[in-house]
Nanobody, 114 residues
Framework: QVQLVESGGGLVQAGGSLRLSCAAS????????VGWYRQAPGKQREMVAT??????NYADSVKGRFTISRDNAKNTVYLQMNTLKSEDTAVYYC?????????WGQGTQVTVSS
Protein backbone atom coordinates (compact mmCIF):
# COMPACT_ATOMS: atom_id res chain seq x y z
CA GLN A 1 0.00 0.00 0.00
CA VAL A 2 0.90 3.64 -0.49
CA GLN A 3 -0.13 6.49 1.79
CA LEU A 4 -0.23 10.07 0.52
CA VAL A 5 -0.40 13.24 2.62
CA GLU A 6 -0.84 16.63 0.96
CA SER A 7 0.02 20.00 2.42
CA GLY A 8 0.48 23.59 1.32
CA GLY A 9 -3.01 24.66 0.37
CA GLY A 10 -4.58 27.88 1.53
CA LEU A 11 -6.03 31.22 0.57
CA VAL A 12 -4.16 33.42 -1.88
CA GLN A 13 -4.96 36.47 -3.97
CA ALA A 14 -5.18 36.24 -7.73
CA GLY A 15 -1.73 36.51 -9.25
CA GLY A 16 -0.10 34.93 -6.23
CA SER A 17 1.70 31.62 -5.77
CA LEU A 18 1.43 28.48 -3.68
CA ARG A 19 3.41 25.29 -3.49
CA LEU A 20 1.69 22.01 -2.72
CA SER A 21 3.56 19.02 -1.35
CA CYS A 22 2.60 15.36 -1.32
CA ALA A 23 4.57 13.02 0.92
CA ALA A 24 4.35 9.34 0.05
CA SER A 25 5.02 6.43 2.36
CA UNK A 26 4.63 2.67 2.25
CA UNK A 27 5.45 0.75 -0.90
CA UNK A 28 6.78 3.78 -2.74
CA UNK A 29 9.17 1.64 -4.80
CA UNK A 30 6.13 0.33 -6.70
CA UNK A 31 4.96 3.77 -7.83
CA UNK A 32 5.04 4.17 -11.63
CA UNK A 33 3.22 7.49 -11.93
CA VAL A 34 2.39 10.44 -9.72
CA GLY A 35 0.23 13.45 -10.28
CA TRP A 36 -2.02 16.22 -9.09
CA TYR A 37 -5.72 16.45 -9.77
CA ARG A 38 -8.32 18.97 -8.66
CA GLN A 39 -12.05 19.16 -8.14
CA ALA A 40 -13.98 22.40 -8.01
CA PRO A 41 -17.50 22.60 -6.51
CA GLY A 42 -20.05 21.07 -8.85
CA LYS A 43 -17.41 19.85 -11.28
CA GLN A 44 -15.70 16.56 -12.00
CA ARG A 45 -12.19 15.83 -10.84
CA GLU A 46 -9.68 16.79 -13.50
CA MET A 47 -6.01 16.15 -14.17
CA VAL A 48 -3.68 19.05 -13.44
CA ALA A 49 -0.21 17.57 -13.91
CA THR A 50 1.33 14.11 -13.98
CA UNK A 51 4.74 12.45 -14.16
CA UNK A 52 4.75 9.00 -15.77
CA UNK A 53 8.07 7.27 -16.36
CA UNK A 54 9.72 10.65 -16.38
CA UNK A 55 7.28 12.17 -18.86
CA UNK A 56 5.47 15.26 -17.61
CA ASN A 57 2.00 16.20 -18.75
CA TYR A 58 0.00 19.32 -17.92
CA ALA A 59 -3.57 20.35 -18.42
CA ASP A 60 -3.81 23.12 -21.00
CA SER A 61 -5.33 25.43 -18.40
CA VAL A 62 -2.19 25.39 -16.23
CA LYS A 63 0.60 25.18 -18.81
CA GLY A 64 3.17 27.89 -18.24
CA ARG A 65 1.88 28.60 -14.73
CA PHE A 66 2.21 25.33 -12.79
CA THR A 67 5.25 23.09 -12.41
CA ILE A 68 5.21 19.52 -11.11
CA SER A 69 8.38 18.00 -9.68
CA ARG A 70 9.41 14.92 -7.78
CA ASP A 71 12.09 14.39 -5.14
CA ASN A 72 12.67 10.64 -5.04
CA ALA A 73 15.00 10.87 -2.05
CA LYS A 74 12.20 12.44 -0.01
CA ASN A 75 9.37 10.49 -1.65
CA THR A 76 7.67 13.81 -2.21
CA VAL A 77 5.89 15.35 -5.18
CA TYR A 78 5.45 19.09 -5.50
CA LEU A 79 3.17 21.37 -7.45
CA GLN A 80 4.42 24.92 -7.79
CA MET A 81 1.50 27.13 -8.77
CA ASN A 82 2.19 30.64 -10.03
CA THR A 83 -0.03 33.39 -11.42
CA LEU A 84 -3.02 31.83 -9.74
CA LYS A 85 -6.49 32.63 -11.03
CA SER A 86 -9.89 32.42 -9.38
CA GLU A 87 -10.72 29.46 -11.60
CA ASP A 88 -7.88 27.53 -9.96
CA THR A 89 -9.95 27.37 -6.77
CA ALA A 90 -10.52 23.71 -5.96
CA VAL A 91 -9.57 20.84 -3.72
CA TYR A 92 -6.26 19.49 -4.98
CA TYR A 93 -5.55 15.77 -4.70
CA CYS A 94 -2.27 13.92 -4.98
CA UNK A 95 -2.35 10.62 -6.86
CA UNK A 96 0.09 7.74 -7.09
CA UNK A 97 -0.27 4.72 -9.34
CA UNK A 98 1.19 1.27 -8.95
CA UNK A 99 0.47 -1.53 -11.43
CA UNK A 100 -3.23 -2.28 -11.06
CA UNK A 101 -4.09 0.28 -8.41
CA UNK A 102 -4.39 4.02 -7.79
CA UNK A 103 -4.01 5.82 -4.47
CA TRP A 104 -5.33 9.24 -3.46
CA GLY A 105 -4.47 11.70 -0.75
CA GLN A 106 -7.10 13.39 1.40
CA GLY A 107 -6.97 16.62 -0.58
CA THR A 108 -5.95 20.17 0.22
CA GLN A 109 -8.08 23.24 -0.41
CA VAL A 110 -6.75 26.02 -2.62
CA THR A 111 -8.81 29.20 -2.72
CA VAL A 112 -7.88 32.08 -4.99
CA SER A 113 -9.58 35.38 -4.27
CA SER A 114 -10.11 37.87 -7.07
Amino acid sequence: QVQLVESGGGLVQAGGSLRLSCAASGSTFRIVAVGWYRQAPGKQREMVATITSGIINYADSVKGRFTISRDNAKNTVYLQMNTLKSEDTAVYYCNAKIPGYSYWGQGTQVTVSS
